[in-house]
């Protein structure tokens, strides 16, 4: 029975300090990216209230994202190798705080682009939604074969976009993402340690 090959990264990888660093100049650059669009394009950013409901229903899409992308780490070979490929790369040099970075930079930086702008900006409608989700997909791409990492985050970046076309609040995708990043990071990471004590 031949063993299975593990992935070599096409980047080389990443101390901690370098992680927290390109997360921090990646949301730096996506907020910079809105910006710049809002200033020169002739529409508003996504509005966003807080309001208690929409809270709720940003928690509840973001732990329905995370069952789903549990399901589809367990059900499809392509993607588990993928989304490890994709997450030993980001995740194994931070330590369980950092995780917080890892919610908040991009679930920000992220949906305020994606979301809060590219929407917007390409009519509020269907169209807009699947653009800026295939351009969320394609952010997520660290190497050639990663091809599956891109498709599922461009089928998550569907559900945020919906939730933030249907709301018309970006608190929805911005809460989602959050929990998703925290939660799926944090159980990839106590997984892998109990990987290591075995």
């Known amino acids: ?26 949301a730096i650059l996506l907020w910079i990216i809105a910006k710049v669009w809002l200033q020169f394009g002739r529409f508003s950013l996504m509005s966003w209230r807080w309001h208690e409901t ?15 992308s549990g399901l589809a780490y367990r059900l499809w070979p392509d993607y588990r190798r993928s989304a490890n490929y994709y997450l030993e790369m980001v995740l194994k040099p ?13 679930g920000l930086s992220e949906e305020l682009l994606f979301r809060g702008v590219m929407i917007p900006a390409f009519g509020y409608d269907h169209f807009a939604v699947i653009l800026s989700s295939v351009c969320f997909g394609v952010l997520h791409l660290s190497g050639s074969q990663q091809w599956p990492y891109v498709v599922w985050a461009s089928i998550v970046g569907l559900f945020l976009g ?19 990043n925290l939660i799926s990071s944090y159980f990839w990471k106590i997984g892998q340690s109990q990987i290591i004590k075995n």
Do not use: F
Not at 54 to 68: M, N, Q, S
Not at 94 to 106: E, K, N, Q, S, Y
């Open 1 to 26: 029975m031949a063993q299975q090959q593990k992935q070599e990264p096409e980047i080389p990888y990443l101390t901690r300090t370098q992680v927290l660093v390109a997360m921090g100049a990646t």
């Open 94 to 106: 931070l330590a369980l705080p950092d995780l917080i970075w890892l919610g908040l930079l991009p």
């Open 162 to 180: 919906y939730s933030a076309l249907l709301s018309d609040n970006l608190l929805v995708p911005i809460v989602a993402h959050i929990i998703t």
């Open 54 to 68: 929409e809270l709720l229903w940003g928690v509840l899409l973001g732990l329905c994202i995370t069952a789903l």
